[in-house]
């Protein structure tokens, strides 16, 4: 059985994803969300992968500063000046 779920991502992963389908990588959109969440939780469940005590509490602030509405997207981001850099 499948649980059905709906996710905001910015739009500029979606257009990314979508072309990755597109492509044929992927036979579809949920094709790739699942493909990305099996990645994901076996990278998490690895017997080595540990979280340090900072990064917990970095999580923390983080979805606390999230519930509260405080966190910008990319767009609000570039309205005040400020833009990501990896």
Known sequence: M???I????PKGLFQQASQLVRSGYFSNFSELVREGLRKEVAF????DFQISNDEKKL???LKKTEE???????KEMRKHGLKISV
């Open 68 to 74: 509260q509405g405080l966190l910008l997207d990319e």
């Open 2 to 4: 499948n649980a059905r």
């Open 44 to 47: 998490y469940q690895k017997d």
């Open 6 to 9: 709906n996710v905001n991502i």
């Open 59 to 61: 999580f923390a602030m």
